[in-house]
């Protein structure tokens, strides 16, 4: 285990509009950061951490791990984390960033993969390798590190998997069952027709990555042939 996560138990007092549901929720490190400006990092232990300041207003599930670097700017070490609604923070990880100008959307890290599930955000992903990835409201895509040639691996952009979802996400929410029941009703007519939708991204994606085929195809041909004009250039070198 990190030192940083090396912390100390304690009774909190949360101050500042930051909420958390029970005693004895998170520790933290250095010890009372959270209602400072400084870096913190957290551990949730057995509740349900939310967040509620300056606009940002999120939500970590029980033994997530999450670190503030700045007003502006939180990382998601293990865990999930709801965006209720955080305009302009960036909420990192450790292989992608992400950040949107309103709405909702997940981060939850599962094995070796980050899964981004936008809710009904402008969510916008940046990859490790620079790549920006964006999902319309109701999908979701994972990523991962980088492959041998620099590259960031991701997954194809699919409809959120709401029955993963729905359990942690009723656990998490802050009021009455009906209001949550009233919430994922909206969503469903909100969305739409996801399959309609999934096959067009789907098509997008394939010719994108067929394009992508043929220009590293065409890339390598144009390398073996200047290698080739080179070797006929070297030889007639030579003979001269």
């Known amino acids: 285990m990190k030192p940083w996560l090396k912390l100390f138990l304690f009774l909190l007092a949360f101050q500042l509009e930051v909420r958390v549901k029970a005693s004895d929720a998170i520790i933290e490190s250095p010890e009372h950061c959270i209602v400072g ?9 057995d509740s349900v951490f939310h967040f509620d300041k300056e606009k940002a207003k999120f939500h970590a599930t029980e033994k997530s791990v999450i ?7 939180w990382q998601l070490i293990s865990g999930q984390l709801w965006v209720e609604s955080a305009p302009g923070v960036v909420f990192g990880t450790i292989f992608g960033s992400a ?9 939850a890290t599962e094995n070796d993969k980050i899964y981004f599930r936008n809710i009904s955000a402008d969510l916008e992903v940046t990859l490790r390798d620079g790549k920006s990835v964006q999902a319309p409201a109701g999908f979701q895509f994972w990523i991962s590190g980088l492959d041998s040639n620099a590259k960031s691996e991701y997954g194809m952009i699919e409809p959120v998997d709401m029955k993963k979802l729905l359990p942690i996400w009723n656990s998490i929410f ?22 309609e939708v999934s096959s067009e991204i789907y098509r997008e994606q394939t010719l994108r990555k067929i394009a992508s085929i043929k220009e590293q195809k065409k890339n390598s041909a144009d390398k073996a042939r200047k290698i080739q004009q080179d070797k006929e250039r070297l030889r007639e070198a030579y003979r001269a």
Do not use: P
């Open 99 to 107: 950040k949107s100008t309103h709405g909702e959307y997940w981060i």
């Open 37 to 45: 400006a400084e870096t913190c990092a957290i551990k949730i232990l």
């Open 67 to 73: 670190e503030r670097k700045n007003s502006k700017e």
């Open 174 to 195: 802050v009021g009455k069952k009906t209001d949550f029941t009233t919430k994922i009703k909206n969503l469903r007519s909100d969305w739409g027709n996801l399959v």
